[in-house]
């Protein structure tokens, strides 16, 4: 039985879930760089950390949701990885959203530590983690899974087990390359939109009314007509997410015309200094 948990990385996403883990009564012992937010969690209950090792020493089962750089980092450098100092039979759950190379070198130094291994990058905003309402997509061993479904029950509405290690990156692969369009195609439109003399008011209601509508036109249409990028889902994880995206579709010689536009206009947002706003300030590179 899972009881003592270790998480390392409260950022925008991570700091929600980690908030919805103690609803489940968890010995929870959390870690981030920033010290304050590790110290906003303690007021609410959970055991701080002053280093990744510290918060994952002696654990059932450790969460990680990091940025890859920060990850690896976090996970193997030398003196200070916490992944060599875990207990043989702990649960690994990787959370965050990787290159596909760094999930399976995770994965095979979990293995080399006979850890179970699990990949699980979530899908959803700030909003989402906040209600517990995050989608998981899970690559690993079924067994494993299901020791992990009752923690997962506290932070996810959705939980969809895509298949061996390696599988949940790919699909997520797939979701940030649509999630990516729809946002650049919503920003032009509205752009197109206001040049024919519509406000995004008019645009979306318009939307609204018939087979367009859907949550993320509403919600990101509405908060760009009022001027709001403050960030939700960082546009600097989007345009990474696209990278990735761009890289496994070079290795299967596959042509992706319009996602090779949509990366272009990311790239200016983040030449821009866009990245910590809100993906939906990708339209600031078309109103020029």
């Avoid at 020493?57 to 690896?72: H, M, N, R, S, W």
Wanted: proline share 2%; glycine share 10%.
């Amino acid at each position: 039985m899972v009881k003592k948990v270790g998480f390392v990385g409260l950022g925008t996403v991570g700091r929600h879930m980690a908030i919805n883990l103690m609803k489940g009564n968890y010995d929870l012992t959390v870690y981030d760089s920033n010290p304050e937010t590790v110290e906003e969690l303690v007021k609410l209950g959970a055991n701080g950390a002053a280093t990744a090792i510290e918060a994952t020493k002696g654990k059932d089962l450790v969460i990680v949701i990091l940025a890859e750089k920060e990850e690896l980092e976090a996970a193997l450098s030398t003196g200070t990885g916490f992944l060599a100092g875990l207990d043989p039979g702990t649960i690994l759950v990787d959370m965050g959203t990787h290159s596909l190379e760094t999930t399976m070198e995770l994965a095979e130094k979990a293995a080399q530590q006979r850890l179970m291994f699990l990949e699980a990058p979530v899908w959803g905003t700030k909003e989402h983690a906040a209600n517990g309402l995050l989608t998981i997509l899970a690559g690993g061993d079924i067994a494993v899974l299901g020791r992990c479904r009752e923690l997962f029950s506290f932070i996810s509405l959705n939980l969809i087990h895509m298949g061996e290690v390696g599988s949940a990156t790919r699909m997520k692969f797939v979701v940030t390359q649509f999630q990516a369009h729809l946002m650049e195609g919503l920003a032009e439109t509205l752009v197109f939109g206001d040049k024919l003399g519509f406000s995004a008011s008019q645009v979306l209601e318009v939307f609204d009314s018939g087979g367009l509508a859907s949550p993320l036109v509403h919600s990101k249409g509405r908060t760009i007509s009022r001027g709001d990028f403050s960030r939700n889902l960082a546009l600097k994880y989007v345009y990474e997410g696209l990278k990735s995206v761009k890289q496994a579709a070079d290795r299967t010689e596959l042509e992706l015309p319009g996602s090779a536009a949509v990366l272009e206009v990311y790239e200016q947002a983040m030449k821009d200094g866009r990245g910590e706003e809100d993906f939906s300030a990708v339209i600031k590179v078309l109103r020029r």
